[in-house]
Structure formats: C-alpha cells, structure tokens
Nanobody, 128 residues
Framework: QVRMVESGGGSVQAGASLRLSCLAS????????MAWFRQAPGKEREWIAA????????FYSDSVKGRFTISRDNAKKAVYLQMDSLKPEDTAVYYC?????????????????????WGQGTQVTVSS
C-alpha cells in the first residue's frame, strides 16, 4: 500500500516562499506520475500540480501556474512543491498522491488518474 508523508508547511506572510516535500513508500515510485492537491477550510480538495515519472512533463492548475514548481527525485522517492509569491488564498492542507491505473481521482488537465489514499498532509497558512 502506498504511504505518503508530506512535510514543509508552515505559517508565512503573503509574498513569502515555502518548499513542501513528500516522501513515498512505493516500489514503483519512479514509474508513476505524482501530484499535489490541496484542501482549504470548507472547500473540496483540488488538484494543483502534477509531474510525469521522469520529471520531464509538468502540469499546473491556473491558480498556481507561474508561482509553484513541482519537481521530483526518484532516487529519494520524493516529490517537491516550491511555492513562491504565496497568497492568503493558498492557505490549505497540502497532500501528495501517486498515479493510479484506476479512475479514482480524475484530473482532466493531466493524462493520468491519481490514487485517493491520502496522508496526513501538511498545513500551509498565509497571512496578509
């Protein structure tokens, strides 16, 4: 079973940067696409970024495009989210997940399905 451990969140002021990390315990990590999602209070979980297994292809939601950068290190089984120019509306719990070969979580903006097994996430709070 896939287990994700997210870290790197915190409380910052608008305009600051944070780098989130996600460590995955999965033998097929290097062959799976990975994605970051977030869930703000009172809202549904939303997809924000995805990266191919090689790291050569990345996709972003309009809400974070140009400000966030997803990357990965397959040797460490890690995926990262560099978040710059943070805004109060970025306040949420951030989660990572792996590609799924079943249509569990469908993200139309990417060529992949994603798993719906979520870790505890990491809290990001941005104040104005």
């Amino acid at each position: 079973q896939v287990r994700m451990v997210e870290s790197g969140g915190g409380s910052v002021q608008a305009g600051a940067s944070l780098r989130l990390s996600c460590l995955a315990s999965r033998g097929t990590f290097s062959s799976d696409a990975m994605a970051w999602f977030r869930q703000a209070p009172g809202k549904e979980r939303e997809w924000i970024a995805a990266i191919s297994y090689s790291g050569g292809h990345t996709f972003y939601s309009d809400s974070v495009k140009g400000r966030f950068t997803i990357s990965r290190d397959n040797a460490k089984k890690a995926v990262y989210l560099q978040m710059d120019s943070l805004k109060p509306e970025d306040t949420a719990v951030y989660y990572c997940t792996a590609e799924s070969h079943e249509a569990k979580v469908v993200v139309p903006d990417t060529p992949w399905f994603f798993d719906d097994s979520w870790g505890q996430g990491t809290q990001v709070t941005v104040s104005s």
